[in-house]
């Protein structure tokens, strides 16, 4: 089917995607654990699937366990992404129970590697309770397991969290930092306002050796910080929106060895379809965008950004 101006085939509707019929889970849980809140006002029709590129690629942070509009589970997400071209995702946890899924879902279906971690804006609400060094004690045994491939997400997160909260998000992180460095796999960090504390802390801890910036939102300052230390930046959606004026100058400068693709679905869907559910099915658009704004082929940035992901990752099989 030839495709649009935006490299999605226009008469294909994600909906027309879905496998026929239920599938049987062993998720803790089931299909979702999660529902994203809904205040009528937003399009939550699924975008089209766009036309895959000419390289399979990779999405790095998704959340599948969130429900976003109708009916799409993981494994239809999945079999939609297949279609168009992105083979494997990492599936990311923000507390116990979402880590859990993440870990089970990973063991049970070979498109998905898992993350796992207690949310910044969610470590507060551990330490209320004194159960934070229980929970982090359960992320501790999830990343042992051989498909869990990153600690994520965690980090600092100024935005959501206010002072008083910021103890219990910095003592997380830092045992995040520490749980990647002993399971020697990738540390995902979360980092919302909080640019200037969430390097001071990598550097006087001692950043993982993969250590990647989920859904960058820094500038062409961090991003030169990030190429100096070999740090990894995994663009959203957020990269393709016009006022995104940040991310096109980090883009101008990022070290393309270092530079990853994601969806966050179901939030921060690419441009043209931004405030409708995302997928991982759309992190094409973001390729093409990337590809657009640094002046090269997609199929490059496609090549690139998948080789980096390995490396970062590892192998899905």
């Not at 000419?54 to 969130?66: A, F, M, Q, S």
Request: aromatic share 8%.
């Amino acid at each position: 089917m030839p495709a649009s101006h935006d490299g999605t085939a226009p008469n294909d509707s994600a909906a027309d995607r879905l496998s026929d019929g239920p599938r049987e889970t062993t998720l803790p849980g089931g299909e979702y654990i999660r529902e994203r809140h809904d205040d009528g006002k937003r399009d939550t029709t699924r975008p089209p699937v766009p036309e895959p590129l000419g390289v399979p690629i990779y999405d790095n942070h998704t959340h599948l366990e969130i429900k976003d509009g109708e009916h799409f589970p993981y494994w239809a997400a999945l079999d939609a992404a297949e279609q168009a071209g992105v083979v494997g995702v990492i599936q990311v946890g923000g507390d116990v129970e979402s880590s859990e899924w993440s870990a089970a879902l990973a063991a049970q279906d070979p498109r998905v590697l898992a993350a796992v971690a207690i949310h910044p804006n969610e470590a507060p609400g551990y330490a209320d309770a004194d159960t934070l060094f229980d929970a982090l004690a359960t992320i501790d045994a999830l990343a042992a397991r051989p498909r869990v491939r990153a600690v994520g997400e965690t980090g600092l997160d100024f935005f959501r969290t206010g002072a008083d909260g910021r103890r219990a998000q910095f003592e997380s992180f830092e045992a995040h930092i520490d749980i990647a460095k002993r399971h020697g796999i990738a540390l995902q960090i979360h980092d919302r306002d909080a640019h200037d504390d969430v390097v001071e802390t990598l550097l006087r801890v001692g950043a993982p050796e993969t250590t990647v910036f989920h859904c960058f939102s820094g500038d062409e300052h961090l991003a030169r910080i990030a190429a100096e230390h070999g740090w990894y930046l995994s663009f959203a959606g957020t990269v393709t929106f016009s006022n995104a004026k940040n991310l096109h100058a980090a883009l101008a400068v990022a070290d393309r060895s270092r530079i990853l693709v994601e969806t966050d679905a179901p939030f921060l869907t690419p441009a043209p379809h931004r405030g409708r559910p995302n997928s991982p099915y759309l992190t094409p658009l973001t390729v093409r965008f990337i590809a657009a704004r640094l002046g090269v082929e997609a199929d490059v940035i496609a090549a690139e950004t998948a080789a980096n992901t390995l490396r970062a990752y590892g192998a899905w099989d």
